[in-house]
């Protein structure tokens, strides 16, 4: 089984929880900004998004006026 076939762990660990927090936005209105829905958003923000859409990423970012690296780090496991 290759490692994109997993279903473990990705390695990749979203920080959008934090960025949230740091600019007082609610996930609800991250959504209304982007034009994803809340469930979405919440299985990205929770670690538990298999894959994510250039676009949707470029929105999310832009809507947080940060970087891909801002919100995406890797998170390998020890």
């Given at each position: 089984m290759s490692p994109a076939e997993d279903d473990g762990p990705s390695g990749i660990h979203c920080r959008l929880d934090e960025l949230l927090a740091e600019r007082g936005m609610t996930l609800a209105r991250l959504s209304e900004l982007v034009g994803v829905s809340v469930v979405n958003l919440s299985?990205?923000?929770n670690d538990r998004a298999r894959a994510i859409r250039y676009s949707t990423l470029s929105a999310v970012c832009r809507a947080l006026d940060c970087e891909v690296g801002d919100l995406l780090?890797?998170?390998d496991p020890r």
């Open positions: 299985v990205l923000k780090v890797r998170a």
